[in-house]
């Protein structure tokens, strides 16, 4: 079961930064062609410091950081969870090398189904190296409970 005492919680807190071949990259695998998204003198040249962070970038870069344990901790348990839903709140670009902070809390946790399903919320706030919000992150994870 699930541990519900975890809302409110901070999560560890990380920096990431995304390097211009994983963003290149990023944008062939997603379709995007602007030049903005895979070309540093474009991006430049459009008034960007860099290649900036496509839009659904900054969840990859959560996704890539060490669980830290909570997950085991409230009860998560990997072959039972689906991705729920995920959206974001953009307050200013993001690019290339920037070192940012992701600060994660667990804002909620709820049943559906007659308690077969657990929905734990997770909202992420990122502030870049200025201390500058960049964006606010949301998650939701579908837990199956059997």
Same mark, same amino acid.
Request: glycine share 8%; proline share 7%.
């Given at each position: 079961?699930?541990?519900?005492?975890?809302?409110?919680?901070?999560?560890?807190?990380?920096?990431?930064?995304?390097?211009?071949?994983?963003?290149?990259?990023?944008?062939?695998?997603?379709?995007?062609?602007?030049?903005?998204?895979?070309?540093?003198?474009?991006?430049?040249?459009?008034?960007?410091?860099?290649?900036?962070?496509?839009?659904?970038?900054?969840?990859?870069?959560?996704?890539?950081?060490?669980?830290?344990?909570?997950?085991?901790?409230?009860?998560?348990?990997?072959?039972?969870? =689906?991705?729920?839903?995920?959206?974001?709140?953009?307050?200013?670009?993001?690019?290339?090398?920037?070192? =940012?902070?992701?600060?994660?809390?667990?804002?909620?946790?709820?049943?559906?189904?007659?308690?077969?399903?657990?929905?734990?919320?997770?909202?992420?706030?990122?502030?870049?190296?200025?201390?500058?919000?960049?964006?606010?992150?949301?998650?939701?994870?579908?837990?199956?409970?059997?």
């Amino acid at each position: 079961m699930i541990n519900k005492s975890f809302i409110g919680r901070a999560l560890p807190s990380f920096h990431a930064s995304a390097e211009p071949g994983q963003l290149a990259l990023f944008a062939k695998a997603t379709g995007e062609t602007r030049p903005v998204y895979t070309n540093e003198a474009a991006a430049r040249d459009a008034g960007h410091p860099g290649l900036p962070v496509p839009p659904t970038f900054l969840f990859s870069l959560e996704l890539t950081q060490p669980a830290a344990g909570w997950r085991e901790e409230i009860g998560i348990v990997p072959s039972r969870i =689906l991705h729920g839903e995920q959206s974001f709140v953009y307050h200013r670009a993001a690019h290339a090398g920037e070192r =940012l902070l992701f600060e994660p809390r667990i804002t909620e946790i709820y049943d559906k189904k007659d308690g077969a399903l657990t929905f734990i919320v997770k909202e992420t706030r990122v502030t870049n190296a200025k201390g500058e919000h960049v964006a606010d992150l949301r998650a939701v994870i579908v837990h199956r409970n059997l």
